[in-house]
């Protein structure tokens, strides 16, 4: 391995961080997002406590995604007179009749997504037929703004993949076969014994696998152990890792395949020479 080779090593490395550190970020504004969206609860307002027990037990299924609190219609009231200082006493308030309210939040995650909507589902069959007992606040059109952003930056995200994936293979092909024709051409410029022939395959091999785990073991490495180290939160989206390496995979490949075709032209074309060479020794002692 010569010089040539650690500077494509090291360039490819700092690139494939810099592809680690883009995806970072963009990860970062996804979760924020998400972090705003979970900001967003669900209240349920019922009024007919007979339709209570089944609203319950179809939310405590979801539960895994979701956390809750339920409230009496009293309990909600003197929450409301402390929070605002009104002068009502307990008699009053028990005096109204004030719907039971049951509080839903959701994490900060991708998932908290889908249960939502499952629960929306849930809440949705309880006001078939106009039934005016189960009222339901959303928040639908500030939730709507916030899923809209989240949706166009998953989108921004899988855009940057694909092209940061293509230049980046293009860079690792083509900066493979600079060093590989290189090394073929200065060995082929020699005697080579069977030996010699041995030990440049050998040494290509260590090439291509070096060049397959060095990158991208480095970033991933760096990245998540400043995620054990907690010196950043672990916003990169995992497959963004996957996807690097399956770009050294196919870039060795094509690499391996180009350099196999440009050798037997090589052959070829030597055969061809020392072929010509021998009609033209042959014509001449004729």
């Not at 900060?108 to 309880?126: D, E, Q, V």
């Not at 390496?245 to 052959?267: E, N």
Request: proline share 2%; charged share 20%; hydrophobic share 45%.
């Amino acid at each position: 391995m010569n010089k040539r080779f650690f500077l494509i090593l090291a360039l490819m490395t700092l690139l494939f961080g810099g592809w680690g550190f883009v995806a970072h970020e963009l990860g970062r504004q996804q979760h924020a997002t998400l972090e705003d969206l979970a900001e967003l609860p669900v209240y349920c307002y019922v009024s007919d406590t007979s339709n209570l027990e089944s609203i319950l037990e179809g939310i405590q299924r979801l539960e895994k995604n979701l956390t809750y609190t339920h409230e009496t219609g009293f309990q909600a009231g003197m929450d409301l007179v402390e929070s605002y200082g009104l002068p009502h006493t307990d008699s009053t308030i028990a005096g109204y009749d004030l719907p039971d309210v049951i509080t839903i939040t959701f994490p900060a995650s991708p998932a908290a997504i889908a249960t939502k909507a499952k629960l929306m589902n849930h809440l949705g069959t309880f006001q078939q037929d106009g039934n005016i007992d189960v009222e339901i606040d959303s928040q639908s059109s500030a939730y709507a703004k916030l899923m809209l952003r989240y949706l166009n930056q998953k989108k921004d995200f899988i855009h940057f993949t694909v092209f940061i994936s293509i230049l980046l293979l293009l860079i690792f092909v083509f900066g493979r076969q600079v060093l590989e024709l290189r090394n073929y051409i200065h060995e082929q410029s020699r005697r080579l014994s069977v030996v010699d022939v041995m030990r440049y395959r050998k040494q290509s091999n260590n090439r291509s696998f070096t060049m397959f785990v060095v990158p991208v073991g480095v970033v991933a490495a760096v990245y998540y152990l400043g995620v054990y180290f907690s010196f950043w939160d672990n916003f990169a989206i995992w497959w963004s890792f996957v996807v690097m390496a399956l770009v050294c995979i196919v870039g060795t490949i094509i690499s391996h395949l180009i350099m196999r075709s440009f050798v037997m032209d090589m052959q070829l074309s030597m055969e061809d020479s020392v072929v010509v060479v021998e009609r033209f020794d042959e014509e001449y002692d004729a």
